[in-house]
């Protein structure tokens, strides 16, 4: 079964730049109808879609965030980067990736998660 | 706050039934499927029902999903102590556009 991990920091300054990173434990990236997606979640709030990406390279982005979010993969070493822009003690959440299935229209397997705290 | 309403908060005795309606416009829910989870406190969300009302293999039958026009709904049978959870609706919104969770429903078994 194949699992996914997020990385990234664990604090980060606010106007910086957030990168984190979802590393699959199999090269699904190549195989069609295959996307990773990264949701978030603010301590005590409810899930908020941040951005996903499909085999194929096309790229979907939440449109409160857009401007901020960048998604790309990297088929090689079955990671897909999320790279958030001037970051703001708001953006302080657990941030989950997870596959997504476009025959099921839903993420079915999630990563562990990794907490990101935005403070100076 | 989310294009898409959930119960903040519901409760039901164990072995009873509950079920958890998800709202939402036809920009989202009235065109496009609907997804469930389920999250327990500190730990991933786990996939309950896709496409409106299937079953991932390993999810039982109690956990069922429906849709009718605008609103999705999640029912569980014969509610378990385990069942305590908070439970999120998901769906592709053509108007945004993008992918909308519901605000989410902490379930209670008493």
């Known amino acids: 079964q194949i699992t996914l991990k997020e990385s990234g920091p664990t604090l980060v300054k606010p106007t910086q730049t957030l990168t984190l990173t979802c590393t699959l434990t199999?090269?699904?990236?190549?195989?069609?109808?295959?996307?990773v997606g990264w949701i978030r979640q603010s301590p005590g709030q409810a899930l908020e879609w941040l951005a996903v990406i499909y085999w194929n390279d096309d790229k979907r982005y939440s449109p409160s965030l857009k401007s901020r979010l960048t998604i790309a993969k990297d088929t090689s070493k079955n990671q897909v980067v999320l790279t958030m822009t001037d970051v703001d003690p708001k953006d302080t959440a657990t941030y989950y990736c997870a596959r997504r299935l476009t025959v099921l229209n839903a993420f079915d397997i999630w990563g562990q998660g990794t907490v990101v705290n935005v403070s100076s | 706050q989310s294009v898409l309403t959930q119960p903040p908060s519901m409760s039901a005795a164990a072995g009873q039934k509950v079920t958890i309606t998800c709202s939402g416009s036809?920009?989202?829910?009235?065109?496009?499927?609907v997804s469930w989870y389920q999250q327990f406190p500190g730990t991933a969300p786990k996939l309950l029902i896709h496409?409106?009302?299937k079953r991932p293999s390993g999810i039982p039958a109690r956990f069922s999903g429906s849709k009718s026009g605008t609103s999705a709904t999640l029912g569980i049978t014969g509610l378990q102590t385990g069942d305590e959870a908070t439970y999120y609706c998901e769906t592709w919104d053509s108007l945004s556009p993008g992918l909308v969770f519901g605000g989410g429903t902490k379930l209670s078994v008493l």
């Open positions: 496409d409106n009302d």
């Open positions: 199999e090269s699904a990236l190549r195989i069609a109808g295959v996307g």
């Open positions: 036809n920009s989202n829910i009235g065109i496009n499927y």
